[in-house]
DNA sequence: CCTACATATTAGGTTTACCTAATTCCAGGA
DNA sequence: TCCTGGAATTAGGTAAACCTAATATGTAGG
């Protein structure tokens, strides 16, 4: 990256941190810690305390951040912050509608180019998708004006009845999970109806009309989100 | 950008060398000056020395260098350097046949995103669009394993004669220049008769079955290429 | 209440790709 | 042949984003 005349302030980076300080303060915003941070960026925690200190000291900071008891987004982060995953999800759905990528291999490509589109770009491809609202895996896209819609449904693994539920999401990260959820039929909007549960050992599914148990890992529980079913 | 585990070779900078390297080259890849690269890549001809330093010095070389006279590419340095062209010219198509950009904007989004897409994105993208053998300005498109079609069109600039001419190209670098061509109706396919020429004036020229004259400067006419009407 | 241990920060390095200033090279005209 | 100006290279420096090692902090358990 060049050492341009005078220092633009979004690289590549930075977005990432934010990124992170978004999913990782929830829906509550609440303060992140830098070891999250730092296991969830794959760095040093002495690098996220350097980050940190850089974000936050800059003329309009990214941040709030105060030693020893971790950091929020400021208006403007979260304004960047949602910017990139509009386009990260805007592109997920992209590759996935237009170009026909498999669903596993959307978040990859979709994490490098997110950075580097023009706002026309996004604007011609959100366009060209007649304006979704949310990606292949399920999630909201924020609105242009950057608003993220709130999401109502709740962690798979939060079910602790039997019962009958649609599938909102499911995580997007791990690719050879995300092929198993698919070859299994979990994908967002299926019906899957809760057979047993077991903080252990996990859940034992049923998907749409068929009658086959799917066995569900509780931490693969944790990132498949769902809704009560209408029916 | 990361100091990552074990350097991987291709930085968006080494890909503008290289890029850089193949153009000023030309069709017969002579060596290649200091000056002309720092010129092109708007950077300090000491910032070029090192970057050619590194480049020759590394276990296999992109490029072949020796001080004081100049670059040329490498046959892996060639390779790389087509792969980026043809992502290049892909994009634009794409941006302009898919997304319905203007002509004179598809160069500056490429521009940054040819660094950036996968194996399987320039792939797409060139079965969605059947595999164009030149982009919206004409330029053609380096082949999947790596050759360059030869060109046989010659620059507007090299015209002494009056005559009827078939656009093959026209420049893509300037924005100004571009929608100026657009707005006379100069692109590519388009019938071109010289009326015309004086090596300080320029050309006069008309387009098509139009009568009214069109005025092109000489640094212009350079970047305007034509080959012979079959007519 | 105090200490241990995980968490956080500071200090000091590295790599990449740039920069400026100083020096060397070399080709072409006197 | 020599000399000179432009081109190229060397030397030394900066900023970003990372690293490791050393030190400080703060809270939870004894």
């Known amino acids: ?138 999630h909201f896209i924020p609105t242009m004006s950057g608003e993220m819609p709130k999401q109502e449904s709740i962690p798979l693994a939060d079910v602790r009845s039997e019962g009958s539920f649609v599938i909102a999401s499911v995580s997007d990260k791990d690719v050879q999970t995300l092929r198993q959820l698919k070859a299994s039929g979990i994908t967002p909007g299926a019906t899957l109806r809760v057979k047993k549960h077991d903080s252990v050992e996990g859940y034992s599914v049923s998907i749409g009309h068929s009658t086959v148990a799917v066995e569900i890992a509780p931490a693969v529980a944790q990132d498949i989100r769902i809704l009560p079913s209408i029916e």
């Open 1 to 138: 990256m060049p050492a341009g005349r005078h220092a633009k302030s979004n690289t590549e980076s930075v977005d990432n941190y934010l990124k992170a300080i978004l999913f990782l303060g929830g829906q509550e915003e609440r303060r992140v810690t830098s070891k999250s941070l730092a296991d969830r960026l794959g760095v040093a925690p002495a690098s996220v305390t350097n980050m940190l200190q850089k974000l936050a000291g800059a003329p309009s900071p990214l941040v709030e951040y105060e030693r020893h008891r971790g950091v929020q987004l400021s208006a403007a982060g979260k304004q960047r912050a949602l910017e990139v995953v509009r386009h990260h999800r805007l592109i997920e759905t992209f590759l996935y509608e237009i170009l026909d990528y498999p669903i596993e291999e959307v978040h990859e490509e979709a994490e490098r180019l997110e950075h580097f589109i023009s706002e026309r770009f996004e604007e011609r491809i959100a366009a060209k998708l007649g304006h979704p609202r949310s990606d292949p895996h399920g």
